[in-house]
């Protein structure tokens, strides 16, 4: 168990660009979230995967956003023609649907877009 | 709308002095969770509450749940240093799976 990994760790892209970040849960979890982080504020909900469904995606998260978790095992988030306010630090989490939900986090993806 | 609010939002204190923090939520959960994250870095669990009057240690903190008040606490003892992080709170409302994490409190102890 070598914890939840996130691929990159910074990227910087120009406004219109494209670009998608990866994680790689817990190998036994199957509860797989994604959130967003800007500076000074908690994380906030983007959406989450059990297995391979994608149960829930916030109303906050324009067309622009997708995100695909293949197989159930990692997880993709794709953001098209970004924007600045776009920038921010991507937090993929995991847990067990089983016991008390805890939330592993991996490293995160800073994103700045110029 | 619902609403997870920390109070103080900046904490400094001095080092071995005790201080708690409080954190407010809007909407019935039975699951309340307690992180830390260090500047630049990503979340560490502290605390899983996951029942009314849940009380948990570790080391200088403390957390406890109150889901009739939809209260939680977390309480520093002593504090030293290396406490020095923000420390969020995250409610799982019932049914949702969907974690609403709460505004965070800046903690500085002060040597």
């Known amino acids: 168990d070598t914890g939840v990994s996130q691929d990159p760790r910074h990227k910087i892209t120009k406004r219109g660009q494209n670009v998608t970040f990866r994680c790689d849960p817990i190998?036994?979890?199957?509860?797989l979230y994604w959130y967003r982080q800007t500076l000074g504020q908690g994380p906030e909900f983007l959406t989450y995967?059990?297995?391979?469904?994608?149960?829930?995606k916030s109303r906050l998260l324009s067309d622009r956003f997708s995100a695909e978790r293949p197989k159930g095992s990692f997880s993709t988030l794709e953001i098209q023609r970004t924007e600045q306010g776009d920038s921010a630090m991507y937090l993929c989490?995991?847990?067990?649907?089983?016991?008390?939900?805890?939330?592993?986090f991996g490293p995160g993806t800073r994103l700045t877009v110029t | 709308e619902l609403k997870v609010e920390q109070n103080p939002l900046f904490l400094s204190m001095q080092e071995g002095k005790n201080y708690t923090i409080y954190c407010n939520y809007s909407?019935?959960?039975?699951?309340l969770y307690w992180y830390r994250q260090d500047p630049g870095k990503s979340l560490e669990s502290l605390f899983v509450?996951?029942?009314?009057?849940a009380v948990k240690q570790e080391g200088r903190l403390m957390a406890s749940l109150d889901t009739k008040a939809r209260l939680s606490t977390l309480h520093i003892t002593a504090a030293v240093h290396d406490l020095s992080a923000t420390y969020f709170c995250a409610v799982d409302p019932s049914g949702t799976y969907k974690y609403i994490f709460g505004t965070g409190t800046r903690l500085k102890v002060l040597a």
């Open positions: 509450l996951l029942s009314n009057g």
């Open positions: 989490a995991s847990t067990l649907v089983t016991g008390g939900y805890e939330q592993y």
């Open positions: 909407t019935t959960s039975d699951r």
């Open positions: 190998s036994e979890h199957n509860r």
């Open positions: 995967f059990q297995n391979e469904a994608q149960l829930e």
